[in-house]
Structures are given as C-alpha cells and as structure tokens.
C-alpha cells in the first residue's frame, strides 16, 4: 500500500530550523517526483518546494528561497525539506505529495499530485 510518513514538525522560535522527513513506502520512490506544500489556518494551500525524480532538479516558492532546501534519497526512500530562518508566516500544516512521472522535472501544482500524506504542523512562534 503507497504511503507517505511526514516528520519533523513542532514549535520553534522565529529564526530557528526545522528538518521535515517524508518517508515513502509501499511503491517506487525514484518513480516519482515529489512536492512539499503548507496550508495555513483559512488560507488555501501553497506550493512550497518539490524536486525531480533523479534530484537533479529542484524548485522553491518565492517566500522561501534561500532559506529552505528539498533533497531526497531514492535508497532510504525519503525526501527532506531543511528549513532555515524559520518566521511566522511559515507556520502550516506541511505535506509531502508523489506523483509518478516519465519527466525528471517538477511542479508546484498540487492538482498534479495523487498521493499525500496526512501532514505535520510547524509553528514558529516566540
């Protein structure tokens, strides 16, 4: 049965770190790309980063650039998303998302992935 395990979520000060982990199992990691999104409280939810098939490629929302890296490991079968220079405004449900693709590219459309996991909440709060 797919699966997609998030961690790494809690509470953590403004300018702080968090590591999310998204462990796959019951179906080809390197098969697919992968996304990570948030969803805040009443807002809708957001791509946030997501990355390619083999990790060459990679792709980041304007409002973490720079401060957040996505990178996944094919043989562990997890894709992580380093967070750095945590702020408010980052505070979300996060979720890590597959898609079975031929192209070693990614997106950060949510309508184009079929597969997520239940989520881990990060909050950045003093």
């Known amino acids: 049965q797919l699966q997609l395990v998030e961690s790494g979520g809690g509470l953590v000060q403004p300018g702080g770190s968090l590591r999310l982990s998204c462990a796959a199992s019951g179906f080809h990691l390197d098969y697919n790309i992968i996304g990570w999104f948030r969803q805040a409280p009443g807002k809708e939810r957001e791509g946030v980063s997501c990355?390619?098939?083999?990790?060459?490629?990679?792709y980041y929302a304007d409002s973490v650039k720079g401060r957040f890296t996505i990178s996944r490991d094919n043989v562990k079968k997890t894709v992580d998303l380093q967070m750095n220079s945590l702020k408010p405004e980052d505070t979300a449900v996060y979720y890590c998302a597959a898609r079975r693709s031929i192209f070693n590219v990614c997106t950060l459309s949510d309508g184009d992935y079929g597969h997520w996991g239940q989520g881990t909440q990060v909050t950045v709060s003093s």
């Open positions: 990355i390619s098939k083999s990790g060459h490629n990679t």
